[in-house]
């Protein structure tokens, strides 16, 4: 079955520092990957998508990376702040079309002063 | 104003009663979807809805029923509720074309007691 995983363990990082936050897949080949940000009690937001044919993709201080091979996705924040403290998720399409996602089940970043 | 509500934000409910989720859009978008996250599972698909006229299910959608009143509304339905639905549940909506971003609701925090 599809698997998604992410680091259940909080991050943990100073500020200024970059933070990396790892999503990998099995048993499938999405067509693109997407991450989201979630913050206590609040819905999922947006951050960026990025397809199978693109190897990296950035947006101001964030940078995801997407590796077909190795059936994973890297997702950076450079110059982390603390409010850049929340869980992140990836999300594929399992189905390869529609936009019916499945998500991880997220990284919890800390970023401290 | 937000683009996509859920109402009620928070309910508690006794086991066996019947209670509906519900949610609006003003984006104009023509997917709508039913999420429930759970501390360690991460959200996972109830429903979706691609148009007015198109239902199906996700991942777990055992006692749940949903409807699509209009584009801009996705009811979700336990119809009878029990403790292990206790959760947090998000209504989310995307454009018709695929990849798309999808856009989440507040959450709706139920407690089944």
Request: proline share 0%; charged share 15%.
């Given at each position: 079955s599809q698997k998604i995983e992410q680091n259940s363990e909080a991050l943990n990082i100073q500020e200024g520092k970059t933070a990396t936050l790892t999503c990998n897949y099995t048993n499938y080949s999405p067509a693109y990957l997407q991450w989201y940000r979630q913050d206590p009690g609040r819905g999922p937001v947006f951050l960026l998508l990025i397809r199978e044919n693109e190897k990296e993709k950035r947006k101001e201080r964030l940078k995801v990376t997407f590796d077909t091979t190795l059936k994973q996705s890297l997702f950076h924040i450079t110059a982390s702040q603390p409010a850049d403290s929340a869980t992140y998720l990836c999300a594929l399409?399992?189905?390869?079309?529609?936009?019916k996602l499945t998500f991880g089940t997220g990284t919890q970043l800390k970023v401290e002063l | 104003d937000a683009d996509v509500t859920q109402t009620p934000r928070n309910r508690i409910t006794k086991t066996g009663k019947r209670i509906m989720l519900e949610c609006s859009q003003t984006k104009g978008h023509d997917r709508m979807y039913w999420y429930r996250q759970d501390p360690g599972l991460g959200l996972r698909l109830i429903y979706y809805s691609f148009d007015v006229k198109d239902i199906n299910k996700g991942e777990i959608s055992d006692g749940y029923s949903v409807s699509r009143q209009a584009q801009a509304k996705f009811s979700l339905s336990l119809e009878s509720a029990i403790p292990n639905q206790t959760a947090l549940y998000f209504c989310a909506t995307s454009l018709s074309s695929s990849p798309d971003e999808q856009y989440f609701g507040p959450g709706t925090r139920l407690t089944v007691t």
């Open positions: 399409d399992i189905t390869g079309g529609g936009n | -």
